[in-house]
């Protein structure tokens, strides 16, 4: 069975400009999570999809940050325009479910880095 | 929201040495999951164990979510066990929240 799969798996910007990085998750899937991790802490919850409804995103930056699932399969998350605090690993995961038996499995990540 | 603490913060081990990493969490949790990260940055289910214990090779893992505490043991540590363990909790309203990690440091 295919794991998450994400790219790209490292992207280098300037500040200000943007940046999209694309998730395929788990098949079959229905619940999937976009985390930020800033190096040194544990991942942090972003938003998460039910399909292709958003479940949480109160911890998304949404001035600058956005996030779809419009088929309810593949996502994308975009930073516009960045700053250097994003400069982090963008880590997608996927999930049976939401509620129990919602074990998450994740995406290998992209390390982006703004200068 | 929960709060997720991991001890020690480092560990460093030599081969063939056992170690034990805690896990505590402040609130009642539905479930939790142990990760491995791996040098690369993937991280690797390791257990979802929302009570009792669970092995699986080396590794094994406790909860007792009455006392609101996870172990994961380490046996017999390898080279390639050296990475960042990571505990998450989902708490009642499914959010995974992790704790800092503990840093495990293998020697040869």
């Known amino acids: 069975e295919a794991g998450v799969a994400q790219s790209p798996r490292y992207k280098i910007i300037e500040k200000r400009q943007s940046v999209a990085f694309w998730c395929n998750p788990i098949?079959?899937?229905?619940?999937l999570y976009w985390y930020q991790q800033i190096l040194g802490q544990g991942p942090k919850l972003l938003i998460q999809f039910q399909n292709n409804g958003v479940v949480d995103d109160s911890q998304l930056p949404k001035d600058r940050f956005s996030a779809e699932r419009l088929k309810g399969v593949d996502s994308t998350l975009k930073i516009q325009p960045a700053k250097l605090e994003d400069s982090a690993v963008y880590l997608c995961?996927?999930?049976?479910?939401?509620?129990?038996?919602?074990?998450?499995?994740f995406g290998p990540g992209t390390r982006l880095t703004v200068l | 929201g929960i709060q997720v603490e991991q001890s020690p913060p480092d560990l460093i081990l030599q081969e063939g040495a056992n170690s034990t990493l805690r896990c505590n969490f402040s609130?009642?949790?539905?479930?939790l999951q142990w990760f491995h990260q791996n040098p690369w940055g993937q991280l690797i289910n390791l257990f979802y164990?929302?009570?009792g214990t669970k092995q699986n090779g080396r590794l094994s893992a406790t909860t007792v979510a009455t006392e609101r505490y996870s172990l994961l043991y380490i046996s017999s540590s390898q080279t390639t066990d050296s990475g960042v363990y990571f505990c998450?909790?989902?708490?009642?309203?499914?959010?995974?929240?992790f704790g800092a990690g503990t840093t495990v440091t293998v020697r040869a």
């Open positions: 164990i929302p009570s």
């Open positions: 098949s079959g899937h229905a619940t």
């Open positions: 995961a996927s999930s049976l479910a939401q509620g129990l038996f919602n074990e998450q499995f």
């Open positions: 998450a909790a989902h708490p009642n309203d499914y959010k995974l929240s």
């Open positions: 609130d009642s949790v539905n479930n």
